[in-house]
């Protein structure tokens, strides 16, 4: 064997033991920056609790990520642990100088315990072990994680067990106070099965068992009872404003305005805007009944008898404007009573209320992601987008019309120049705020298919 490969071999040997001689150091910094990891996810989205229902307000498919998020990364501590206390087992932590911080990390935290005095470096892991040991401490007998319960107990024990055999940098000893008591021996045990195959087994024996039956039968006719509850109350909802308005108007307000207008001989026109029309619609037929003479299709008519044409016409535009502003009149009551009678049924169907709220939440979150990024799409679309200016000009037109309000178009533009506009911001914090976490699938197909 000739030199060059000789010392090639040496060099090969040479790095094989300093990799062997860093695994407790390389173990024990994995584990960590798992627990800096689960940590970022609490403070970024779980307001610094731990990662359950209770510490944010999510929907199942979001915190079944966050939950396997967390998994993965207390697996990941609960394997790096073994192994820094296996291998710790076999080697004394040597004193090397000349390791440099990772990129990106700041040079007191995460200096490599290496890098130390023997005090300081006890110091260190100490510290990180303290950390993870806090980390983990969270997610014990929890019982909205139990899938996860058996594992962070038994890294909970690798941990423990770690820090009680440091030296504490106060003392330089091992701290006695930390082994008694710490750990719950039945907290030990870790499944051998996978996750999944114990839900498979556990859907199995729901299934095999002679009630399962009754509960299917149970959750059906729950959810059918929910359904008719909240379609009645929908009809409900729409059914009796619309009665209400059309009753009230044509049996209660619609006589006492009427009564009233003809008493004090109310003006025919209720704003310039029907005046107006009605007298573009009078010139119309007069320069009409003109045309129809000059070409042959109406016999000539004298001064008088045209005057009288015109006066006949004139008496049913009257009647018939006059009819539309008593019922501007009638509709601002009629619309008022109907809005109180809406008002009644919000306030004395609160049960309702919650069923109709859940039975819209079964039915939103039960739609794919393509169906709620469409609908997401068509509303955005029809009411903020390229077109909607022109819906909401209609839209106002035609309310203003209704209640007998003078159309005024710089408050018609105004409008459409700040509400979309609103309407569009609140749409996107909706999204961002809600949606994403709720249903963050359907936020990612709905940008692709915006773009």
């Known amino acids: ?65 966050f939950k396997s998020e967390l998994q993965k990364y207390l697996k990941v501590i609960q394997t790096r642990m073994v192994e820094f206390n296996a291998s710790r087992s076999f080697l004394e932590l040597p004193d090397r100088v000349g390791a ?89 045990e870790v499944n051998l099965l996978p996750r999944s195959l114990l839900g498979t087994l556990n859907r199995i024996t729901k299934e095999l068992d002679p009630e399962a039956e009754k509960d299917v039968l149970k ?30 108007k044509n049996f209660i307000v ?38 129809e003479t000059l070409i042959g299709r109406a016999p000539s008519l004298s001064s008088e008898e045209t005057e009288k044409k015109i006066a006949e016409k004139a008496v049913e535009i009257a009647e018939e404007y006059t009819s539309e502003s008593g019922g501007a009149i009638k509709n601002i009551f009629a619309d008022l009573i109907s809005f109180i009678a809406f008002g009644a049924i919000l306030v004395n169907n609160n049960k309702e209320i919650e069923i109709l709220k859940s039975f819209m939440d079964d039915v939103v979150y039960g739609l794919s992601d393509s169906a709620k990024a469409f609908i997401i799409i068509l509303f955005t679309d029809v009411f903020v987008g390229f077109h909607s200016p022109h819906g909401w000009e209609i839209i106002l037109e035609g309310v203003s019309r209704h209640l007998g309000i003078p159309e005024n178009r710089q408050f018609i533009f105004l409008f459409i120049a700040t509400f979309p506009v609103i309407l569009d911001t609140v749409f996107k914090y909706w999204i961002f705020r809600y949606l994403n976490r709720s249903s963050p699938s359907a936020v990612a197909t709905y940008k692709n298919m915006n773009e």
């Open 219 to 248: 959750n059906f006719r729950n959810s059918k009872v929910k359904t008719v509850i909240s379609l009645r109350f929908i009809l409900l909802l729409i059914l009796v404003p619309l009665l209400t308005n059309q009753i009230s």
């Open 100 to 188: 440099k911080p990772k990129a990106g990390q700041s040079a007191e935290r995460h200096r490599h315990p290496l890098d130390l005095n023997s005090k300081d470096r006890a110091s260190l892991v100490f510290e990180k072990l303290e950390f993870i040991d806090g980390i983990i401490d969270k997610y014990i007998n929890n019982s909205k994680s139990t899938a996860i319960v058996p594992l962070v107990s038994s890294v909970n024990v690798q941990v423990k067990s770690t820090s009680s055999s440091q030296p504490h940098p106060n003392n330089g000893s091992a701290n006695s106070n930390q082994t008694n008591g710490e750990v719950d021996t039945s907290s030990e």
């Open 1 to 65: 064997m000739n030199t060059s490969a000789w010392n090639r071999i040496v060099k090969y040997l040479y790095r094989a033991n300093q990799w062997y001689r860093e695994t407790p150091d390389r173990a024990l910094e994995q584990a960590y920056d798992a627990a800096l990891a689960i940590k970022a996810i609490e403070d970024e989205h779980f307001g610094g609790q731990g990662i359950s229902e209770r510490s944010g307000d999510y929907g199942h498919s979001t915190l079944s990520y």
């Open 254 to 291: 619609g006589p006492v305005v009427d009564h009233f207008r003809v008493k004090q001989n109310a003006p025919v026109f209720i704003n310039i805007d029907l005046a107006e029309e009605a007298f573009k619609e009078l010139e119309r037929f007069e320069q009409q009944l003109k045309f």
